[in-house]
């Protein structure tokens, strides 16, 4: 009797794993088969075709399918044949990308096919770029929060244009998040310690706290820049994914270069060209972001001229300032360690203050055993003694190693959230050049943060405030620990290693040393193409024709708090001005 029972027992699991696999089998086909139904122009770059007569030319060819590439494509396809090609896969299907959940472990995943590659500064510090359809916004921690009017102003936009292209993105992918705990302990320390007044919910940038937007949905689930695509005309756009572009391919004959098309090569390491129509107004659109850009630029001879005579590129056009004045906002993370668990939640509160520093939090990444296991950048609750290895000794292999020996570290050691506080308007620049002629390789680039006396003053005052908003009665009553000393708070957060940059034994005595120590990334770079140095007013390149840039890499401030609002708001509201611009009123926009 009890074997039969035991054979039951066997068939209800056989049973149960069966009805979870066709579960899972069925969504996956589903969601495959309503991608190829609400986006039919999405294709592998190796189904196309070059070489014939009957190739098709394109009004617009854009270069990078992310947070501006893909609102920008659907735009312009409204009224012209567009070709946007995007170096990453589909962000559609992949767990990794659309779960909340899972938020960490593509920023962790260092193979070839993860939609983030992993970079690191000349400075020391572990960075990610976006290498999948919709960008940033596909590892970003999502928040969605509008640039300043002040910024509006700077940068010389129409204000009416910019609040129409706003809405069109918030309607489509961003949504109002269900506040987590830590979230709202937060939002009471901040207001605690004088980042006042509480401004509730609004995407609006305004001085104080305020609960933002986030492109998560309530189940959890990221909405990208590449469904942005949705509206776009299916009978005048082409998307390619995999398609690696090598180049931007000029005509040479005239005083001035013309961008003629691109060269690319696809998922199996086949070459293409695609070319623009014959029309004066067509043109390429670089839009591969803020270390993209300068990058692609340098590769099709656009650039110091020694530099890239040096990588035996042919020069193009000569202009020094490519590359030049890449900026990141330097952020520094305060780990706060609980006695209970605590619930993930990603960016929902920030502090706006008027000393230039942004406050904002992330809780509970550190507590799945993916985190434990794996070191993933800014929400690693990696409370381990690598520091007190030597700093020549503190290799990759050395961390690796560290990184395995994590998962022998007691599991309440990574309980806990994050305070996290970044420079507004870092003053600080650095560089960026080719080390490579692969344009799958990553440049050297150079932040050099805390540069400036400033930013660094600016990193010290955030940090006090940080570490008063640990010490306030909201986050002792919430974690139940009791109030803790600077020294300890700080230690915490500088053991842990978070980047390459060598710890000194009095970083957690002196705030300054503690910022230069503990630097990290929030993936905010910008600058490499500055307006007035290689671009103008309109992100036309200078001294060449038919060649645009649209992305970050044109700014010399990082847009609100967090930018992706307003980089997506951008490809939009370029796309809306050049139809205008070439159409006039029949543009119909």
């Not at 489509?172 to 919910?201: E, H, T």
Request: with cysteine.
């Amino acid at each position: 009797m009890a074997s039969v029972s035991a054979l039951l027992n066997q068939l209800f699991l056989f049973f149960l794993l069966w009805l979870h696999t066709l579960s899972s089998s069925s969504q996956a086909v589903h969601h495959q088969y309503s991608s190829e139904f609400r986006y039919p122009f999405i294709k592998k770059a190796s189904s196309f075709s070059s070489g014939g007569h009957g190739d098709p030319a394109y009004d617009y060819i854009i270069v990078g399918g992310g947070t501006a590439g893909c609102p920008l494509a659907a735009t312009l396809s409204q009224k012209f044949n567009v070709l946007l090609l995007e170096r990453g896969g589909m962000p559609f299907g992949n767990a990794n990308v659309s779960l909340l959940k899972n938020f960490h472990i593509t920023l962790a995943d260092t193979s070839s096919t993860s939609a983030s590659q992993y970079f690191i500064s000349t400075d020391g510090v572990l960075n990610s770029r976006a290498r999948v359809l919709g960008g940033g916004t596909c590892i970003n921690a999502g928040f969605y929060t509008r640039a300043s009017t002040r910024f509006i102003n700077k940068v010389g936009w129409d204000s009416e244009l910019v609040n129409k292209s706003y809405p069109w993105i918030e309607k489509q992918i961003v949504y109002r998040p269900k506040v987590a705990p830590w979230q709202a302990v937060v939002r009471d320390s901040l207001l605690g310690v004088g980042v006042a007044p509480f401004n509730g919910f609004t995407y609006d940038h305004v001085y104080g706290t305020k609960f933002g937007g986030t492109i998560f949905d309530r189940f959890g689930r990221r909405h990208t820049a590449a469904e942005l695509l949705a509206p776009a005309d299916p009978q005048k756009l082409t998307v390619l994914v995999h398609a690696t572009v090598q180049k931007v391919l000029f005509d040479t004959s005239g005083k001035r270069p013309k961008a003629a098309g691109v060269l690319f090569k696809d998922e199996n390491g086949n070459q293409h060209q695609a070319f623009l129509s014959s029309s004066l107004k067509s043109e390429v659109i670089l839009s591969c972001g803020a270390i993209g850009t300068p990058q692609m630029l340098l590769l099709s001879g656009v650039g110091p001229k020694a530099e890239l005579e040096e990588m035996k590129i042919s020069s193009v056009l000569d202009n020094k300032f490519v590359g030049q004045g890449m900026a990141d906002n330097p952020m520094n993370a305060v780990f706060v360690p609980s006695k209970k668990p605590v619930k993930q939640s990603l960016i929902q509160t920030v502090g706006i203050t008027k000393m230039g520093v942004y406050i904002e939090a992330s809780s509970g990444f550190g507590e799945s055993d993916d985190s434990i296991e794996c070191h993933h950048g800014i929400i690693s609750a990696e409370i381990g003694q690598l520091s007190t290895i030597p700093p020549e000794q503190r290799t990759l292999e050395a961390i690796q190693a560290y990184i395995r020996r994590k998962k022998d570290i007691p599991y309440e050691a990574f309980r806990g959230g994050f305070i996290l506080e970044k420079i507004a308007k870092p003053i600080s620049t650095g560089q960026l050049k080719l080390i490579s002629t692969n344009a799958e390789d990553n440049p050297s680039v150079t932040f050099n943060y805390f540069k400036h006396p400033h930013d660094l003053q600016s990193c010290v005052d955030g940090i006090r405030m940080t570490v008063k908003m640990v010490q306030s009665e909201h986050f002792t009553n919430f974690t139940q620990f009791d109030k803790q000393t600077t020294d300890k708070i700080l230690n915490m957060s500088a053991s842990a290693n978070v980047n390459l940059i060598p710890k000194h034994t009095n970083d957690t005595k002196s705030l300054e040393q503690f910022c230069k120590d503990t630097v990290l990334t929030i993936w905010h770079y910008h600058g490499g193409c500055h307006v007035g140095k290689v671009v103008d007013r309109e992100h036309k390149v200078l001294g060449a024709h038919r060649l645009r840039i649209v992305d970050a890499s044109v700014l010399d401030e990082s847009p609100g708090t967090n930018p992706q609002a307003t980089i997506m708001m951008m490809g939009r509201y370029m796309g809306l001005k050049i139809l205008r611009d070439r159409l006039g009123k029949a543009a119909g926009v």
